[in-house]
């Protein structure tokens, strides 16, 4: 994949690079590649369900690292979940993959740890960077319907309208 996004693109408001993720493809070299179709935003200690606001410290201070760094967590201490930092330093936010669909076949992962197990993705992956040699993200994006819902799988904050699940196009099949 060459044509790729530099970290400096994910130094944006994080609702919005969890909209313009939809459709991008990841590779993860030594896995899969995947064309994203899920994603949540998280803000920072303002937003009661990111771990900024209520888990500050260890792995998650990371949210607040420069943009592009990437950001894994054990859900129920066992599952891997892949998320990628945004905005600018210090200002803790990053955006959670929560479905892909493996590049050239049907099949759909969903679930934030389902999809971090399918792409080989590992709590040693936390603290990398996209781009690196392991991690990259398209700057290509396929045609695909976007749509906006509440958050899921969370006990706060349900109500906030950040998640973003994207419908293919006929012939957007990667």
Known sequence: MENRLPASWFAADVVTVARELIGRTLRVAGA???????????????????HAAFRPGGRAALMAAEAGHIYVYAAYGV????????????????????????????KTISGPGRTSR??????????????????????DRLPCIITQTPRIGIARAVEVPWRFVGQLLAGGDG
């Open 79 to 106: 599952y891997p979940c892949f998320n990628i930092v945004t905005g600018p330093v210090g200002e803790a936010s990053a955006v959670l993959l929560r479905s892909v669909r493996l590049a050239g076949s049907p």
């Open 32 to 50: 899969a590649c995947a064309i994203i179709l899920e994603t949540e935003a998280y803000g920072g200690p303002d937003d009661p369900a990111s």
């Open 118 to 139: 399918a792409l080989g993705i590992s709590l040693a992956d936390h603290g990398r960077q996209t781009p690196d040699e392991r991690f990259s993200i398209s700057a």
